[in-house]
């Protein structure tokens, strides 16, 4: 465990999917023991697929949804593997980084 400054190294991992791929990503957070997450609904970018507007099309689920989570290294393989292999078959994007934390007893 790597301490920078009194803080602690984790994994954080980041991602953008359709509302509707929204709950498995967040069953799959749950399954390696993700302690929390943050999610924002209705996000609105630029990508490979052109333009999403940040607003209700027609329900949650046509919208775009930012997740993100935070937890330690050893447990982060199994939530990329799981992502992964969601992305294989839908639209979205993932993103991951270190990052240090103040209370790691939060996401242990």
């Known amino acids: 465990m ?5 803080l602690t190294q984790m994994t954080r991992v980041e991602v ?5 791929d929204v709950a498995v990503v967040t069953e ?6 993700a ?11 630029l990508g490979h697929s052109g333009l999403h507007q940040g607003r209700l099309l027609f ?8 997740l993100t989570v ?22 979205g994007v993932m993103l991951v980084s270190d990052t240090w934390v103040s209370r790691p007893e939060y996401f242990r």
């Not at 935070?70 to 639209?91: C, I, K, N, Q, T």
Request: hydrophobic share 40%.
């Open 70 to 91: 935070v937890l330690p290294a050893e447990r982060a393989g199994a939530l990329l593997e799981g992502l992964r292999d969601l992305l294989e078959e839908r639209s």
């Open 28 to 33: 799959l957070f749950s399954e390696v023991g």
């Open 16 to 20: 953008v999917v359709n509302g509707e």
């Open 59 to 66: 329900n949650e689920r046509s919208a775009l949804t930012f």
């Open 35 to 45: 302690k929390g997450f943050t999610a924002f609904s209705n996000v609105s970018g």
């Open 2 to 6: 790597d301490e920078t400054w009194g």
